[in-house]
């Protein structure tokens, strides 16, 4: 059981947004941007994840859509040109690499986060259903990862996730299940060849077992802490019988939900007075409460379980602390887990 994190992170005090998606497109101030998302990394290898994602700090389908639908950037409609399949936050990470790799002797793994096909098709053609078309952007996520795992240097891709959130809950999928599930096995192609483990990053798992059916991807992503009855779709049986391994969440990242919690147990708005908030990694989200998360995943999959972390991201979290607190009671819940079992 492994524990990785699913990507994205709050910004530093007295960064902004704006600044950041500037820094991403003008490439003229690598130097801070190329610092920033390296601090943010070693959080999350201090914190304790083992296999922690590349920080996300750009938004999940413009990463990708606005090298795929430049006309410079691609050999055909919609299928980008090898030399332009590139994830900039890998680039980004290498001095932090090399300089783990001299500290500890090893190379880093990494978690490797790529929208899907669904997920961009659906951005750029709505309910429309043109297979051939769908078919293009899973060739070119196939490059993407491709390259990354390929011109990794110092890093080790350990895991790709392709990331599906519309497929089980946007009722605008229009599309047939065989034409979903060939984008999905040749969006993961390329891992499949290098044997690394492929994760699809549901936010539902009420389509669980049409991915049990794509040979490239063997492990499925489950928000299971903050909706714990997502488990009980599932039949751990249609995962053993088709070699299919599961990701559970086991600590909380939806804030709002959390904040609404504590807005109503002391009736305040506590966004004003955020010094509050710490009662979700201090009262809360603790690693007591996730070891028994983790416990009872376990009771109801055992080996079926493959990786373990937080149900989703944590940009939208007010403070870099405070997300690093929680992935720290998550490695903390984790070890508690461990030594019990």
């Known amino acids: 059981m492994i524990y990785d994190d699913i990507g994205s992170y709050p ?55 606005k090298v795929i639908d430049d006309p410079a950037c691609t050999d055909a409609p919609l299928l980008v040109k090898e030399s332009e399949a590139k994830i900039l936050e890998l680039e980004a ?66 895991t790709i996730s392709i990331d599906e959130p519309s497929i089980g809950l946007n009722p605008q999928i229009m599309l047939g299940d065989e034409d979903i599930i ?21 936010h539902s798992p009420l389509n669980y077992r049409l991915v049990c059916q794509v040979p490239s991807i063997n492990v499925i992503g489950v928000e299971s802490a903050s909706t714990p009855s997502y488990l009980d779709l599932i039949d751990p049986t249609d995962l053993m019988t088709t070699d299919t391994f599961i990701r559970v969440g086991i600590a909380r990242t939806d804030i709002f939900g959390l904040s609404a919690i504590l807005n109503e147990k002391y009736n305040i708005n506590v966004w004003k007075e955020p010094d509050r908030l710490l009662e979700i990694v201090t009262e809360m989200e603790t690693p007591k409460v996730i070891a028994k998360r983790l416990s009872k995943c376990y009771e109801m ?28 009671n998550t490695a903390d819940g984790i070890d508690k887990f461990r030594k019990e079992h």
Not at 41 to 50: D, F, L, R, T
Not at 111 to 116: A, D, E, L, S, Y
Not at 122 to 136: C, Q, W
Not at 182 to 189: D, M, S
């Open 182 to 202: 060939k984008a999905l096995t040749i969006a993961g192609e390329s891992a499949y060849r290098h044997d690394i483990d492929t994760e699809i990053h549901l």
């Open 11 to 65: 910004l530093p005090e007295g960064i902004s947004n704006d600044w950041m998606q500037s820094a991403f497109t003008s490439r003229s101030q690598d130097d801070q941007l190329f610092k920033i998302i390296s601090s943010a990394m070693e959080q999350k290898v201090m914190a304790g994840v083992e296999v922690p994602t590349y920080p996300q700090f750009q938004d999940m389908n413009q990463q990708f859509l």
């Open 93 to 158: 990470l290498q001095d932090y690499a090399s300089k783990y790799r001299s500290d500890h002797g090893d190379q880093l793994k990494i978690r490797v986060c790529i929208t899907g096909p669904v997920e961009l098709y659906l951005k750029e053609f709505g309910s429309t259903a043109y297979g051939d078309v769908l078919e293009n952007f899973a060739k070119s996520i196939d490059i993407f990862v491709k390259n990354s795992i390929e011109q990794s240097g110092d890093l080790v891709v350990n």
């Open 301 to 328: 999959f055992g080996e079926c379980i493959k990786y373990t972390g937080p149900d989703c991201g944590l940009g939208s979290w007010p403070t870099q602390d405070l997300a690093g607190q929680l992935l720290k």
